[in-house]
């Protein structure tokens, strides 16, 4: 299985929502990213709109149906009932479902699946009925995988924030270690599997060789720093190849 790459657009969002203007576009840099081989494009809309907001969502939807209907749209959020009708009404093709307060600045944490099973279980199900892959956003803990399973995911995203944030190379050895248990164990549930958050082009191809099954990594805030740099379709580019998909 080769890895792929999913664009976040949300750093995109927030910087284009501190002026009262229609640029940076989301659509525009999607298309380019999208152009460069993205697999797909990963939105997060959060209650408040600070990056992404509901009017967004269709217009991406339409982006990849209509010029890229090879790539993926997948969508992030808490499901309550507002997140829930926006993706029934937009129909994506991957639902991921974080554990966010809707004050948090960014994902810090995933899932106690066991606490919430009843919930996830009930969401899950109603997200099947309209035809969507559902991926729970877990902490690295190979226990949280099989949960996941049981409450009839189809994939994991393990939450590398703490892999990808670690200076020290005891501690990211560590992280890095329960990223391969839990993603192997994932594999053995027949769990798919995803991956993101602080995730680079150096950190990303031990984590790759490591796990075979790492279907996909979504990420945004590296991509767009990057982007800065060399540009979105460069990026995109040098991403891919980090993950052995140039």
């Known amino acids: 299985m080769s890895c792929k790459l999913s664009v976040n657009v949300n750093a995109i969002a927030y910087l284009r929502n501190r002026r009262n203007l229609p640029w940076p576009s989301l659509e525009g840099l999607g298309r380019i990213a999208l152009q460069a081989g993205a697999a797909g494009l990963t939105i997060h809309p959060r209650p408040d709109e600070r990056h992404v907001r509901h009017a967004d969502v269709p217009v991406l939807r339409d982006l990849i149906r209509k010029e890229f209907s090879t790539r993926e749209y997948n969508i992030e959020g808490y499901p309550d009932e507002r997140f829930l009708k926006l993706v029934e009404a937009n129909k994506p093709d991957q639902v991921t479902l974080v554990p966010d307060d809707p004050a948090q600045g960014t994902s810090d944490h995933g899932w106690d699946v066991a606490r919430h099973q009843s919930l996830l279980k009930d969401v899950i199900t109603r997200l099947h009925a309209g035809k969507m892959r559902v991926s729970l956003f877990v902490d690295a803990d190979p226990k949280l995988a099989e949960q996941a399973k049981a409450a009839g995911a189809d994939r994991i995203e393990i939450y590398t924030g703490p892999y990808g944030g670690a200076f020290d190379a005891t501690v990211r050895a560590r992280e890095f270690d329960k990223i391969i248990v839990t993603g192997k164990v994932a594999e053995f549930a027949g769990l798919g599997l995803n991956a993101g958050h602080d995730l680079t082009r150096e950190n990303l191809p031990a984590l790759v060789a490591a796990l ?21 379709a460069e990026t995109v580019r040098l991403f891919r190849e980090a993950i052995g998909d140039a």
């Open 212 to 232: 075979p099954n790492l279907a996909e990594v979504s990420i945004g805030h590296a991509i767009i720093a990057d982007a800065l740099t060399f540009g979105m």
